[in-house]
């Protein structure tokens, strides 16, 4: 089968990540996180001190990271890495993901990355979850699903993963959290959240992981494969 791209947005904590890992999987595809890059920027403006209300610092700051994704055998995924540094856990720390909506509604941060993603994504074959990918970075991708789910179970989901990586937040703080990037995501003006018209809606509120999965590979196997084989 030739190779096609997989645009996966949504809202934060509502499976993309998982079915998007286990689906690159099943394909052979590369799996790219999109929000790890708007999550490593967000640390290195934090490490240095960047004023996000001064765009030369902002642009001058942006010319001095390089990120780069490396697969890590063991966990079967590429890991983010932040001038040669693997940051994959320490963006996904609190005090990163409080600051990350704020990084990622300025412009030059967001044309930055989308041109980097759109290279990784130029020979196709790409799995890559996000807020803007089908509608911005990748608009011609041939599978695009958009996720939800109810906020308070979206919050429930992510007091867990924390806790599974070993911190603990109170259950409102979460949701604050949620909610807070959630309007950021919603109503900045560049690439801001929305579903593409060509995207596949899917609530994942009352669905398990393994149902979620599910669903990606019929909806790939409905869209993609049965469609080829009418074609030829
Ligand atoms: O996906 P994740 O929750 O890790 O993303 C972190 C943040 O990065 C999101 O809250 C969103 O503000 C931003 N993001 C974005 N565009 C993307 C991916 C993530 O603005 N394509």
């Not at 996000?130 to 992510?158: C, N, Q, S, W, Y």
């Not at 995501?185 to 994942?204: C, K, N, S, W, Y």
Request: glycine share 6%; proline share 2%.
């Amino acid at each position: 089968m030739r190779k096609i791209n997989i645009a996966i947005d949504g809202y934060s904590a509502c499976g993309k990540s998982s079915t998007a890992k286990a689906l690159s999987f099943w394909l052979q595809y590369v799996y790219i996180d999109s929000g790890s890059m708007y999550r490593a920027v967000t640390l290195f403006f934090l490490k240095n001190y960047i004023n996000f209300n001064n765009p030369k610092e902002i642009k001058e700051a942006l010319d001095k990271i390089q990120l780069d994704f490396y697969y890590h055998d063991g966990k079967r995924k590429h890991e983010i890495y932040l001038n040669g540094l693997n940051v994959e856990d320490e963006i996904r720390k609190m005090y990163v993901t409080d600051k990350v909506g704020e990084v990622s509604a300025i412009v030059d941060v967001r044309r930055a990355l989308v041109r980097q993603q759109q290279k990784l994504g130029k020979k196709r074959g790409v799995v890559m979850d996000g807020r803007d990918i089908g509608t911005v970075v990748f608009p011609d991708a041939e599978l695009k699903i958009f996720m939800t789910a109810d906020i308070e179970v979206r919050a429930h989901r992510r007091q867990k993963e924390l806790l599974e990586m070993g911190e603990m937040v109170e259950f409102e703080a979460v949701l604050e959290n949620l909610r807070k990037r959630d309007k950021i995501d919603e109503t900045r003006v560049e690439g801001p959240l929305i579903q593409a018209p060509d995207a596949h809606f899917m609530d994942t509120t009352h669905m398990t992981l393994e149902e979620q999965m599910e669903e990606m590979l019929n909806l790939y196997t409905t869209e993609i494969v049965e469609k080829a084989l009418v074609k030829n």
